[in-house]
């Protein structure tokens, strides 16, 4: 199993300074991926344009989204953006794409977030038409960039067995991961996929003293939106070594391809210690 | 710290004992509205497990559990005129009033304030407290005060039962199963001490009606269950303490928190009395609280840990208590069971019990299932072998063909490839019967060039003893579609041909739009269908597969969602179902050896062809000379909403064998020989297929 970083575009403190140093310390480190999120209502660089500028400073690890809301996009500038990132990075873009949970983004997008569901579908329909074609360059390599596809009702399933390469998992114990491994497994297989889907899944990290705290306190405020369930992610937040790598185990044994740690505070160390921690 | 504990049932008494137990400086109030001796219902079941855990958390009430509980190892059936008697299961059950009367002593010689009959009305009642518990049931009052924050979901189930008291010396867990003219009546009951017994009935609505027991005063009730129960009562009175007759409700709440306050048991959740773990989950959960409460110095961390650790175990329990209940709803369907087979679909009704974790608890019922098994199998019901192969490797007749399992695996391209899996059915990709009826440019057409070809194929597979059936479709509105290996109903851009259907809609947003078929279409393409089944005799297949699923042509006709034809080929199920049994009825004069065919037995989708329409769609085939109908689920509309669960089609299959009346082959990510030998055993399928990955 690979293991990603993710980038600190969500945590508070961030800078391009900071952002710029953290890809290249990761691309020099055992990481296969930096992850980026996305969410428009929230203190966060713009994902695409965050993976632009790793893309710059890096050569060896992929690029991903973990994942990018498609329906705020329209889908001829998200597939030119997203072809431009991997024509940049000369084919390291891994384009994760999936609804996102929050009525708020929508709202500030100006986007109905009614119908959301079939607009993504029919997003994923054409964005390799669009690749493919070469009217909207600019024109990738072979079939587009790498992509995955997340969600976890049915249709959200059926849409990456048809569509994508592979399922992109939104955190969760090893348990929840392998019960949506068995899923993701079943729609390939049921709707005649020849092959594998790739499976990545991502979790929360703060590494050395003080951090758990303040990692906590983060995912509270940035899952504030779900309730009373952001305390149960920030109770996930993984903050010892050993922790870390239990939770690796478990996603390795429950099939995971590429597991992407999300740091939960700003500090350049963290590269460095999860990076002691996997080595 | 101060606890206000609400609700005076096994849940609050263990928890305010625990948390006493634990700081005996804190202030643990219980305030109940009912006196210390009333209790509702009689007996409570705990499991191996269960007790472990409370020897665990308090040993001076464990022992005094231990003396006073009935204990059994073995569940009885009794169904038709037989009873059957499994064993290994072994349960622990315990008078109500009993347990509540020493967790009570318990409480009090800790130091807990017990305040009975005093009903709280408002919580600002005990807002001085630091946490404030709600273990006050269904329908308690702290739930419903926060509601909002709950968000609790309630869902009533269809049957009635009533809880009765039987002082009947039961050695087992007893289930009984009983058919009058009002209809089919069932008891689960239970021990709980030497001479007493929980014992609830429970019946479908209509019957209930038809019993006269919707108008029943309680003595007329117990008088008319006394009647009906009266061989297994074996002379024992029911007896009745507010027994009325309910629906269950089962309740999720989204969260069992809200600030200090928290939920316990009932108050958060119900599972279905069918598997009997209400008391087991709610005293549970104390021992989840108060051990995170000790873990914790921050009460909120401890709240949510709790929640964390707890919510997982419960939906599981939850889920497994659907299922049982949903099979006591629908239990008329098995009523031509064997009793064998019977007693194991009832014993394996949670899916949390399989073939292997029976075959551990009781192998001689599983023996004697496998023997009953091989037996009918071989086509008798005498004569059965003590040692015989499990229900996956006993053979099944199709007509003249046997096949030597029950496992079909579905082959790709290379048909070599599964006939070296050693499954007893190999099935063909899907080979069109047209060049326009293609799925991709790579859908293999039926020509004479591939029919050569197979014919060897198939050669090959019978030298390596496999049996293989050919199928055949067409794929309607879902053609002219790129390779898979590109992605799934992809459109082509170059290279594609056109495409008729049952009504002029398309398969996809970008997908090309189908011309309807005319009455020489069907004219047309049924010919082409006898004519190829004609020509797969020539190839020496074993068996013949229409594809009528998946929104190819055929399922094109079924779906009302996507035929909407003016004219007698749409509308009703039996005129959407005209041209798909021309089709088979034409395939039938062409083709003598078994002829299975391919259904989605729902559209996934409101609106759409549900499980009634899917029975009555296999009932039709059957009268049309289909020998067994190969279940699959959805993809007859893009849009579709499926359910990937685990062996997701098997209950469409189950229904649609036991109510239709036709072997079928399950299907729905069935991936282990458990899996295959329970739904086998089971009478839920007469063969898997089997995802070999």
Sequence with gaps: MNIGLGLPTTTAGVSGDILIEWAKRADTGPFTSLGVLDRIAYQNYEPFTALAAAAAVTRRVRLATMIVIAPLRNTALLAKQAATIDAISSGRLTLGLAVGARGEDYEVAQVDSRGRGRRFAEQLESIRDIWEEGRIGPTPNGHGPHLLVGGSSGEALARMARYSDGYVHGGGPPRAFGGAVTKALAAWSDLGRPGRPALWGMAYFALGAGTAEAGAEYLRHYYAFTGSFADKIAAGNLTSPGAIADFIRGYEDAGCDELVLFPTVCRLDQVDRLAEVIH | ?693
């Design chain 2, 1 to 693: 710290m101060r606890y206000a504990v609400i609700g005076g049932g096994p849940a609050g008494l263990y928890f305010a004992l625990l948390a006493k137990k634990a700081n005996p400086g804190d202030e643990v109030r219980v305030i109940e509205r009912n006196p210390p001796d009333a209790t509702f219902g009689w007996g409570v079941v705990f499991s191996e497990e269960t007790l472990g855990a409370l020897r665990d958390a308090d040993y001076e009430t464990y022992t005094e559990i231990g003396e006073s509980f009935a204990r059994w190892n073995a569940i009885d059936i009794y169904y038709r005129d037989t009873k059957i008697r499994s064993r290994g299961h072994v349960f622990t059950g315990i008078s109500r009033k009993v347990l509540l009367n020493i967790l009570q002593r318990r409480c009090q010689a800790l130091g807990v304030r017990l305040e009975f009959e005093r009903e709280i009305r408002d919580l600002t009642e005990v807002e001085g407290a630091d946490l404030i518990i709600g273990a006050d049931g269904l329908n308690g009052l702290v739930r419903r005060t926060y509601a909002d924050a709950f968000k609790p979901q309630i869902a009533v189930h269809p049957t009635k039962y009533v809880w009765f008291g039987g002082d009947v010396p039961l050695d087992a867990f007893t289930f009984i199963f009983r058919r009058n003219d009002d209809g089919l009546f069932q008891v689960h009951a239970y021990p709980f001490d030497a001479h007493t017994c929980t014992f609830i009935v429970e019946c479908p609505e209509d019957a209930w009606r038809r019993a006269g027991l919707e108008s029943a005063s309680e003595a007329e009730s117990i008088a008319y269950c006394q009647a009906l129960f009266e061989p297994e009562l074996r002379g024992g009175r029911l007896m009745s303490n507010r027994s009325l007759w309910i629906n269950f409700a089962t309740l999720r709440t989204e969260t069992w928190h809200r600030s200090n306050v928290v939920l316990l048991g009932d108050a958060a959740h119900t599972a279905h009395f069918s598997i009997g773990s209400g008391t087991k989950l709610a005293m549970e959960d104390s021992i989840a609280l108060v051990d995170a409460l000790r873990r914790h110095h921050d009460q909120a961390a401890a709240i949510n840990d709790y929640e964390m650790e707890r919510q997982p175990v419960v939906e599981r329990f939850q889920e497994a208590a659907l299922e049982s209940s949903s099979y006591f709803e629908h239990v008329a369907r098995y009523s031509m069971f064997d009793p064998r087979q019977f007693a194991f679909n009832l014993l394996t009704r949670s899916r949390r019990i399989t073939y292997i974790n029976l075959t551990q608890r009781d192998p001689e019922l599983v023996r004697t299932v496998d023997a009953w098994f091989a037996a009918a199998a071989q086509g008798s019901s005498d004569g059965a072998l003590r040692l015989s192969p499990p229900p996956m490797f006993a053979p099944l007749r199709l007509g003249e063909l046997t096949l030597p399992n029950r496992v079909a695996v579905t082959a790709e391209a290379d048909l070599d490839a599964a006939t070296r899996t050693g499954a007893g059915l190999i099935i063909s990709e899907f080979v069109s019967i047209t060049e326009d009826g293609r799925i991709t440019p790579e859908t293999p057409v039926f020509d004479r060039a591939r029919q050569d070809a197979l014919r060897t194929t198939v050669e090959r597979a019978h030298r390596a003893r496999s049996l293989v059936a050919l199928q055949l479709g067409h794929a309607g509105r879902r053609g002219s579609m790129r390779p898979r290996s590109q992605g799934v109903d992809r459109p082509l851009t170059q290279g594609g041909w056109r495409l008729m259907a049952a009504s002029p809609i398309a398969y996809t947003p970008r997908a090309a739009l189908p011309r309807e078929m005319t009455r020489r279409d069907m004219t047309h393409i049924a010919t082409v269908f006898a004519a190829a089944a004609r020509a797969a005799t020539g190839c020496w297949f074993d068996a013949l597969e229409l594809n009528f699923a998946h929104g190819y042509l055929l399922a094109g006709f079924i779906s009302p969602l996507t035929n909407r034809r003016a004219d007698g080929y749409g509308g009703s199920l039996e005129n959407r179902m005209r041209f798909p049994l021309e089709v088979a009825d034409a395939v039938r004069t062409a083709w003598e050896r078994p002829l299975l065919v391919r259904i989605s037995a729902s559209d996934w989708l409101p609106g759409g062809l549900e499980l009634d329409d899917a029975v009555e769609v296999a009932a039709l085939l059957k009268a049309h000379g289909c020998d067994l109908v190969h279940v699959v689920m959805g993809q007859t509309a893009w849009e579709s909403r499926p359910d990937y669960r685990r062996l997701f089609g098997v209950p469409a299959s189950d229904r649609i064998r036991n109510e239709a009346g036709i072997p079928t082959l399950a299907s729905g990510n069935i991936t282990t020989a458990d899996d295959v030998n329970t739904i086998l055993a089971a009478g839920r399928a007469d063969l898997c297929r089997l995802e070999l990955s």
